[in-house]
């Protein structure tokens, strides 16, 4: 992006088939909550496939597993796409330029094949996540949105530096921001508004 206008920042915290996203515009110091919403890359209703994709390729086939996968992520990319595309548009109308997204990932690589995944309730798990954050990112990566990604367990101390505060102090001013923002604001929208806020300030 990156045409004028006030920047404006995502926030995801994915799960297995959607994530909860949140744009930001402001400063550390005084932000502005433009948008929280949820992005639906396979809807718990879908069957073919599933949303749980290894978690049900464990039943299949090598074969039938992989195309369950492959199906899986052109599914969950393309309606990552489409979602960022929509609030990019609406954010656009508001006078705002969607400059960086952050995301928040486990900080464990997944290094196994399909095969070693199936045999493995970890890593099932894993590969789940990764197929939904990678899905985040290649949607942000298409509309030339600089992405960063920050572990789990890095969260907290990164943004607690962005806003300069002490880490203890951060569960405060995360309730001041939620009593301005209002509902929904949950552990989704908080992580997802701090690693909006490492992201801005990447």
Excluded: C
Aim: glycine share 8%.
């Amino acid at each position: 992006m990156g045409k004028g206008g006030d920047r404006a920042t995502f926030g995801f915290s994915v799960h297995t088939g959607w994530a909860a996203m949140i744009a930001v515009a402001g400063t550390p110091a005084a932000p502005v909550i433009l948008d929280r919403s949820l992005v639906e890359m396979i809807p718990d209703s879908d069957r073919d496939p599933p949303r749980f994709v290894y978690h049900a390729g464990q039943e299949l086939s090598l074969i039938a597993a992989e195309r369950y996968v492959r199906e899986a992520t052109e599914k969950s990319r393309a309606n990552a796409l489409a979602a960022l595309k929509a609030a990019i548009a609406e954010l656009g109308k508001r006078g705002h330029d969607v400059v960086a997204s952050g995301i928040i990932v486990s900080g464990r690589p997944l290094d196994a094949d399909l095969a070693a995944i199936l045999k493995s309730h970890t890593l099932v798990h894993t590969a789940e996540g990764e197929l939904f954050r990678g899905a985040i990112k290649s949607a942000s990566e298409k509309l030339k949105i600089p992405v960063t990604e920050i572990p789990a367990r890095d969260l907290p101390a990164r943004a607690a530096r962005v806003l300069k505060i002490p880490e203890a102090e951060l569960p405060g001013r995360l309730a001041k921001v939620g009593r301005s923002a209002g509902r929904p604001w949950s552990k989704d929208q908080k992580d997802s508004f701090l690693v909006a806020l490492i992201a801005a300030s990447a």
